[in-house]
């Protein structure tokens, strides 16, 4: 059950990275999703802390990781084009660990504010990308 609640919800971040991929390409389409996540994890705290217990788990949901495998594709492009300071497999696994982490500060009883968040996010980015 509270799969499907997961994978019904994960559906909104899978459509803003839709979404900001079409504005804006790859980078933007992880900027909207990160974003769309966390706002699912303030929503839903009992439901995204589910989430991450499933990937712990080693069963995350499916609309996670069909996400994840369009993400990975999305960073080979900007790989192949050199504008990935490492792997695609590498910087997925970069984001979604600085998420898990995000989504658990979200969750947490004294959740962190917005600008932290955002401040984990352009700090990764510069991270994995020669821009």
């Known amino acids: 059950m509270h799969a499907t609640a997961v994978n019904a919800s994960f559906i909104e971040v899978m459509a803003s990275y839709r979404r900001g991929k079409q504005a804006d390409g790859p980078l933007e389409a992880v900027r909207t999703a990160w974003r769309a996540l966390l706002r699912f994890a303030g929503a839903e705290p009992l439901l995204a802390r589910v989430l991450i217990a499933s990937v712990l788990d080693g069963e995350p949901p ?8 369009r993400l990975r594709r999305d960073l080979a492009t900007l790989h192949h084009d050199g504008l990935l300071t490492t792997t695609p497999d590498a910087a997925v696994a970069m984001l979604w660990t600085t998420a898990v982490g995000a989504v658990s500060m979200m969750t947490a009883p004294e959740p962190n504010d917005e600008a932290l968040n955002e401040a984990l996010l352009h700090a990764l980015i510069l991270q994995i990308t020669r821009r």
Do not use: E
Request: net charge positive.
């Open 62 to 69: 499916l609309a996670l990781q069909l996400n994840l495998r």
